[in-house]
């Protein structure tokens, strides 16, 4: 399944929220050598129930828009 995120950086707590077709991740990390990325991924495995393994960004690497991919559990 293919997700829209809008990421936002330098958060005093992680979280995710579900908005209107796409959802809000906030990170404790700042955007430096792919660390929000890295816990953005962690965050969405998280809520998804799924390995972070099987979270992929798909678009929007250097971008606070994304898009990432989430397999899913058989």
């Known amino acids: 399944m293919l997700i829209k ?3 936002k950086t330098g958060c005093k707590n992680a979280y995710i929220n579900k908005l209107n077709g796409f959802y809000e991740i906030g990170v404790s990390s700042l955007p430096e050598k792919n660390k929000a990325n ?3 991924i962690k965050i969405i495995a998280e809520h998804f129930g799924v ?3 099987d979270v992929a ?3 929007g690497f250097t971008s ?3 898009v990432f991919e989430v397999k ?3």
């Open 38 to 40: 890295i816990e953005a």
């Open 64 to 66: 606070k828009e994304k």
């Open 57 to 59: 960004i798909k678009k």
């Open 5 to 7: 995120a809008r990421i």
């Open 72 to 74: 899913e559990k058989v």
């Open 51 to 53: 390995s972070s393994k």
